[in-house]
């Protein structure tokens, strides 16, 4: 197994000399930008994140920069990329790099891996890339390769498969130039050692794989049955007022924290119509909480015109967001809007919708809502 390796590390590294991708991220060794680059790696494709890493860079350069940033502005640099957790993750662990290190990464593992949102695999990237230990990095670009370069034939998200993987991973590293070879690694699973259509006949190691030899290709890497999606309707307002909308931030917890939304409720099994609880939502804002059942049940209740549905997926869970509007409150001159002044939130103009920090759907919502309403507004940037 030893020579194996020695000959695996030996070939991988010099084919990721010769044929590389020249990416950013690549030109340096600097630990913030390696964990800015491998945070923003984490689900999300290559060609997205490169223009986001530059924007981020040039507008936080250092960890301090970032450490000592307005949350708002960091999540409005991340606006778009998803995974908005990380993103607060990494502004946290700044202000620890701040606060006990001296504004630098730490290169001790037990500092590091302390920092906030520092899992085992950016743990072994920084420390691999950035400071060339041979720590295993094993996202699932790596788990594909080795599992098809052993010929695994168990789910590769088996605590005891994962952690072996590991171990051949960071032997790997021991035989060769760590910060290469992690990325090399990274690399074949990326653009030759593909999920479908593996390229065995570009592959390097092709001479070694256990499951090229015995016809596995295909039916690797195997894994866990995936748990049930779950499922939620959200109903959501559509409020104007003018050349203006009601909107919330959601609490700073949880999913989508401290970004900005329609208001809605979010609903596991609707019991009822999805136009009755737009009615319930809508009596709370207009009249509070102790009245929200006494304005529903009013028989002259207003009706709602259905004016938008879009779909997104979470990692664990999808959304199909319905958005409806009060007939009488229309924006071309219906009666005027007020808000009970129990409830926190903001209009918001047209032009200003860029200020706030919006998740993906919502963005999605907002383009189809404006546009309905013959605005040419350039809302996000893509």
């Given at each position: 197994?030893?020579?194996?390796?020695?000959?695996?590390?030996?070939?991988?590294?010099?084919?990721y000399?010769?044929?590389?991708?020249?990416?950013?991220?690549?030109?340096?060794?600097?630990?913030?930008a390696?964990?800015?680059?491998?945070?923003?790696?984490?689900?999300?494709?290559?060609?997205?994140v490169?223009p986001?890493?530059?924007r981020?860079?040039?507008r936080?350069?250092?960890p301090?920069?970032?450490?000592?940033?307005?949350?708002?502005?960091?999540?409005?640099?991340?606006?778009?990329?998803?995974?908005?957790?990380?993103?607060?993750?990494?502004?946290?662990?700044?202000?620890?790099?701040?606060?006990?290190?001296g504004g630098?990464?730490p290169?001790?593992?037990?500092?590091?891996?302390?920092?906030?949102?520092?899992?085992?695999?950016?743990?072994?990237a920084?420390?691999?890339?950035?400071?060339?230990?041979?720590?295993?990095?094993?996202?699932?670009?790596?788990?594909?390769?080795?599992?098809?370069?052993?010929?695994i034939?168990?789910?590769?998200d088996l605590?005891?498969?994962?952690?072996q993987?590991?171990?051949?991973?960071?032997?790997?590293?021991?035989?060769?130039?760590?910060?290469?070879?992690?990325q090399?690694?990274?690399e074949?699973?990326?653009?030759?050692?593909?999920?479908?259509?593996?390229?065995?006949?570009?592959?390097?190691?092709?001479?070694?794989?256990?499951?090229?030899?015995h016809?596995?290709?295909d039916?690797?890497?195997?894994?866990?049955?995936?748990?049930?999606?779950?499922?939620?309707?959200v109903?959501?307002?559509?409020?104007t007022?003018?050349?203006?909308?009601?909107a919330?931030?959601?609490?700073?917890g949880?999913?989508?924290?401290g970004?900005?939304?329609?208001p809605?409720?979010?609903?596991?099994d609707?019991?009822?119509?999805l136009?009755?609880?737009?009615?319930?939502?809508?009596?709370?804002?207009?009249?509070?909480?102790?009245?929200?059942?006494?304005?529903?049940?009013?028989?002259?209740a207003?009706?709602?015109?259905?004016?938008?549905?879009?779909?997104?997926?979470?990692t664990?869970?999808?959304?199909?967001?319905?958005?409806?509007?009060?007939?009488?409150?229309?924006q071309?001159?219906?009666?005027?809007?007020?808000?009970?002044?129990?409830?926190?939130?903001?209009?918001?103009?047209?032009?200003?919708?860029?200020?706030?920090?919006?998740p993906k759907?919502?963005?999605?919502?907002?383009?189809?809502?404006?546009?309905?309403?013959?605005?040419?507004?350039?809302?996000?940037?893509?």
């Open positions: 197994m030893e020579e194996s390796l020695a000959a695996f590390a030996h070939t991988l590294e010099a084919w000399t010769q044929t590389s991708r020249d990416l950013p991220w690549r030109r340096t060794a600097d630990p913030y390696i964990l800015v680059s491998e945070t923003m790696l984490q689900q999300t494709r290559v060609e997205t490169i986001y890493y530059h981020f860079m040039e936080f350069p250092t301090l920069h970032l450490a000592d940033a307005d949350i708002d502005d960091v999540l409005k640099m991340w606006e778009g990329l998803g995974y908005y957790r990380r993103a607060r993750n990494l502004k946290a662990a700044m202000e620890v790099v701040r606060d006990r290190h630098r990464i290169d001790h593992p037990d500092e590091l891996k302390a920092l906030p949102g520092i899992g085992p695999y950016t743990l072994g920084v420390l691999s890339i950035a400071f060339n230990r041979p720590y295993p990095a094993v996202d699932g670009n790596v788990l594909r390769v080795m599992s098809r370069y052993r010929a034939e168990e789910p590769v605590p005891k498969v994962k952690r993987i590991e171990q051949d991973v960071a032997e790997t590293l021991e035989r060769g130039t760590p910060r290469v070879l992690t090399a690694l990274m074949l699973g990326a653009l030759v050692c593909t999920p479908k259509k593996p390229r065995c006949s570009a592959c390097p190691v092709v001479s070694g794989c256990a499951a090229r030899a016809g596995l290709t039916a690797l890497p195997k894994r866990l049955p995936k748990r049930a999606r779950r499922r939620q309707t109903v959501a307002l559509w409020l007022r003018g050349d203006s909308f009601w919330e931030q959601r609490p700073e949880g999913l989508l924290g970004m900005w939304q329609l809605s409720v979010e609903l596991d609707p019991s009822t119509s136009e009755w609880h737009a009615r319930a939502r809508f009596a709370e804002l207009r009249f509070g909480h102790a009245q929200r059942g006494e304005a529903v049940r009013e028989p002259e207003m009706a709602f015109e259905r004016v938008c549905e879009v779909s997104h997926a979470f664990h869970l999808d959304w199909t967001v319905v958005v409806f509007a009060p007939v009488e409150y229309d071309a001159g219906g009666q005027p809007l007020e808000i009970h002044p129990g409830h926190e939130g903001a209009w918001v103009g047209f032009e200003e919708i860029s200020n706030f920090v919006w759907v919502y963005q999605d919502v907002l383009r189809q809502l404006i546009a309905r309403n013959h605005k040419q507004l350039t809302l996000f940037q893509r």
